[in-house]
């Protein structure tokens, strides 16, 4: 009795004292925070004031200015010919940049057993392209192919090959291990491992992070659009730099609607094949 008398009456110092711990380790991440806050708004000469002060006028101005009208509704088709063009690339984009991350991540798991060297290899190259931004790729791609859309092509090819290489490596080392544990032990070759195996193990978080990067590539093209003069990004940097606001904010209008479409179109994807 005495034990368990004693566990008991140690069990609440322990939890207090886990408390205290994280109470002190999250007042010192907010410090923390705070001084790189003030630091940054010492060295940038950031008037804190001043921005949440200009807030109700911004809001102002955009109610103001950021309205479709009659002209901005008139060039409507042709912002939708833009959208769709812009949709259709980055689909194409992920579903190519998707077919060569799965083939490449394939060495850089343990589940298929690989060298160390070259599964090290592979996880470096992913890291390299995953985080180069693709917006720096379209600034370094611009020398070589100037502005069109193959240049946007492969900017965001590069990234998002970079982003799912990583993530397939993940995946498959995490939901098909056993299954070619036992696939390998009843003598299967490499081939029917991965196509009976890996495919079938790891097809749904595959699809279903191919989906998460189309909706991605979709919002990260009207940004290179405007580097490469291609797209809808190119429509709304021309209709913005002329101060025709109107035909912007119809622009952003169809981007955010498109985005949230195929946000429930991946969504109703996803309930049927997880």
Same mark, same amino acid.
């Given at each position: 009795?005495?034990? !368990?008398?004693? !566990? !008991?009456? =140690?069990?609440?110092? #322990?939890?207090? +004292?886990?408390?205290?711990?994280?109470?002190?380790?999250?007042?010192? =991440? +907010?410090?923390?925070?705070?001084?790189?806050?003030? *630091?940054?708004?010492?060295?940038?000469?950031?008037?804190?004031?001043?921005?949440? !002060?200009?807030?109700? /006028?911004? *809001? *102002?101005? *955009? /109610?103001? #200015?950021?309205?479709?009208?009659?002209?901005?509704l008139s060039r409507l088709p042709n912002i939708l010919r833009k959208l769709t063009e812009t949709a259709l690339v980055s689909v194409a984009v992920t579903v190519c940049a998707g077919i060569c991350a799965f083939f490449f991540s394939l060495p850089g798991t343990r589940t298929t057993k690989t060298k160390p060297q070259i599964a090290r290899a592979v996880r470096v190259v992913a890291a390299l392209f995953r985080n180069v931004p693709d917006v720096v790729w379209a600034m370094l791609l611009l020398f070589s192919f100037g502005q069109n859309i193959l240049t946007g092509f492969f900017a965001l090819f590069f990234a998002t090959f970079g982003m799912l290489t990583r993530t397939f490596i993940e995946t498959i080392d995490e939901v098909c291990d056993a299954c070619v544990e036992a696939l390998y032990a009843t003598g299967a070759t490499y081939l029917q491992t991965v196509f009976q195996g890996i495919v079938p193990c790891s097809m749904p978080e595959i699809v279903s992070w191919v989906l998460y990067m189309i909706e991605t590539n979709i919002r990260n093209s009207t940004l290179i659009g405007v580097l490469t003069a291609t797209g809808i990004g190119a429509m709304f940097d021309l209709y913005y730099k002329r101060m025709d606001y109107g035909s912007a904010s119809m622009v952003v209008i169809s981007i955010v609607i498109l985005v949230i479409a195929i946000e429930i179109i991946s969504n109703q994807i996803r309930k049927v094949i997880m």
């Open positions: 009795m005495s034990g !368990e008398y004693m !566990e !008991e009456a =140690a069990r609440p110092q #322990n939890q207090t +004292s886990v408390f205290v711990k994280r109470k002190r380790t999250f007042t010192l =991440a +907010s410090l923390g925070v705070m001084a790189v806050f003030a *630091i940054s708004s010492a060295v940038t000469h950031y008037d804190v004031i001043g921005g949440f !002060e200009s807030v109700p /006028a911004a *809001i *102002i101005w *955009i /109610a103001k #200015n950021l309205v479709p009208d009659g002209r901005a």
